[in-house]
T-cell receptor, first 117, second 109 residues
């Protein structure tokens, strides 16, 4: 089983619908992130969370909200989806930077492809 | 966070060293440089990171200039499986890893 699991993997929806993308991890990491990827634009940070009580906006948070239900779960919501939110969404985790052995490596899920018609 | 810029694409012959450059001229003294790669539309995979010194692991080498304004990822003996998009990124302690637009590396047989 994957360490970082995203559901759904693919979703087609209509403009105005509410959509939730879910992420769960078994790595025991405190930090979780949501990224968006558009063709030719690389990865853009939407929201990130350092622990259950800590939520921060990233570069492109408008139109999105998140919920950190538990250490292992971080959900991304689109309250009213619009076509320009069509993209590939990635969840990632990392360990809290606390020692010389920590690489600060991000572990990514396999992505959720969202299409808004 | 530092901005990173990379060439959009590069080719490399199979078996040769692939050298992928990255400019991060606004990097601050405590920001690490990270490299990731993405094969097709899979989740990006960590390759290597560094602060000041050159680094090497089983996948690649990272050369950081003395002024830290640029770096080069070196894949010493490129194989067809190294065809991917390579991202250079910078941050401090992985708080907000900011990715560039990446370099699409194509390994030519």
């Amino acid at each position: 089983d994957a360490d970082v699991t995203q559901t759904p993997r693919n979703r087609i929806t209509k403009t105005g619908k509410r959509i939730m993308l879910e992420c769960s991890q078994t790595k025991g990491h405190d930090r979780m992130y949501w990224y968006r990827q558009d063709p030719g634009l690389g990865l853009q940070l939407i929201y990130y969370s350092f622990d259950v009580k800590d939520i921060n906006k990233g570069e492109i948070s408008d139109g999105y909200s998140v919920s950190r239900q538990a250490q292992a779960k971080f959900s991304l919501s689109l309250e009213s989806a619009i076509p320009n939110q069509t993209a590939l969404y990635f969840c990632a985790t990392s360990d809290l930077d606390g020692g010389t052995t920590n690489t600060g490596e991000l572990f990514f899920g396999e992505g959720s492809r969202l299409t808004v018609l | 966070d530092a901005k990173t810029t990379q060439p959009p694409s590069m080719d490399c012959a199979e078996g040769r060293a692939a050298n992928l450059p990255c400019n991060h001229s606004t990097i601050s003294g405590n920001e690490y440089v990270y490299w990731y790669r993405q094969i097709h539309s899979q989740g990006p995979q960590y390759i290597i990171h560094g602060l000041k010194n050159n680094e090497t692991n089983e996948m690649a080498s990272l050369i950081i200039t003395e002024d830290r304004k640029s770096s080069t990822l070196i894949l010493p003996h490129a194989t067809l499986r190294d065809t991917a998009v390579y991202y250079c990124a910078a941050n401090f302690g992985n708080e907000k890893l900011t990715f560039g637009t990446g370099t699409r590396l194509t390994i030519i047989p």
